[in-house]
């Protein structure tokens, strides 16, 4: 099946400091990929979709100047936490969806764990 | 708008007992719908999904799933469940529009017991 990368899969970073995180399609190419973030015990909540080539379109409530996301090629995306707080320690997931016959199925992710001291 | 409810929280079975883990959904549109299982520190990964066709879905590890129109449900059940089972299960729909973003549910943590 289709493979999505991430990394890494851990990061612990001081308050006050950036983190990027990449997500990677290895086998597709993926012109659109899912940013979520995860808290303990919690459903995975959509931060945002990254479209290749063009900004990222931000759900309410998240911080388009906090998490900056970029899509440059058709298999990479990055999240980068700018400025990261001890309440932005969570686990991030990306997904993306291959196009043709398997529209319509998300593979995600391993999943980045972020804590912030 | 799309939701998901997962009706049950946790589910605690006894090792080589059936289970069932109860997603029902809501749409006013055709939808797609996935079961996703995610364990510890990881990332999800596909159990089975609904895209048209029979109402009986059967995915990996011996699960199946029914979808019911009428009920708006999409069940998943396995006859027999394993110690390595033991993980936090997610209902998802989708419209299945291109470049269409999946709905979760609140998740639904299964816990396999010998």
């Known amino acids: 099946g289709a493979v999505v990368s991430q990394h890494p899969s851990r990061v612990i970073c001081k308050s006050g400091t950036s983190v990027k995180i990449e997500c990677r399609s290895l086998?597709?190419?993926?012109?659109?990929m899912f940013w979520y973030r995860q808290f303990p015990k919690q459903s995975l909540m959509l931060m945002a979709t990254?479209?290749?080539?063009?900004?990222?379109?931000?759900e309410q409530g998240v911080e388009k100047d906090k998490f900056l996301i970029n899509h440059a090629s058709l298999t990479l995306s990055t999240l980068t936490v700018t400025s990261a707080h001890p309440e932005d320690s969570s686990f991030y997931i990306c997904?993306?969806?291959?196009?043709?016959?398997?529209?319509?199925?998300?593979?995600f992710g391993e999943g980045s764990r972020l804590t912030v001291l | 708008a799309q939701s998901v409810t997962q009706l049950d929280s946790q589910v605690p079975v006894f090792e080589e007992a059936p289970v069932e883990l109860r997603c029902n959904y809501s749409?006013?549109?055709?939808?797609?719908l996935f079961w996703y299982v995610q364990y510890p520190n990881q990332g999800l990964q596909l159990l089975l999904k609904?895209?048209?066709?029979?109402?009986l879905v059967k995915g990996i590890n011996g699960f199946v799933a029914y979808f019911n129109k009428s009920q708006t449900s999409f069940h998943l059940r396995k006859p027999t469940v394993h110690i390595s089972d033991t993980a936090e299960y997610f209902c998802?729909?989708?419209?299945?529009?291109?470049?269409?973003?999946?709905?979760f549910g609140e998740g639904t943590q299964l816990t396999v017991n010998p």
């Open positions: 609904y895209l048209s066709g029979s109402t």
């Open positions: 086998d597709f190419q993926a012109t659109t």
């Open positions: 749409s006013s549109v055709s939808v797609y």
């Open positions: 997904s993306a969806r291959p196009g043709g016959h398997r529209a319509g199925e998300l593979f």
């Open positions: 990254s479209n290749e080539g063009s900004k990222a379109t931000y």
């Open positions: 998802a729909v989708s419209d299945g529009t291109r470049g269409s973003r999946l709905t």
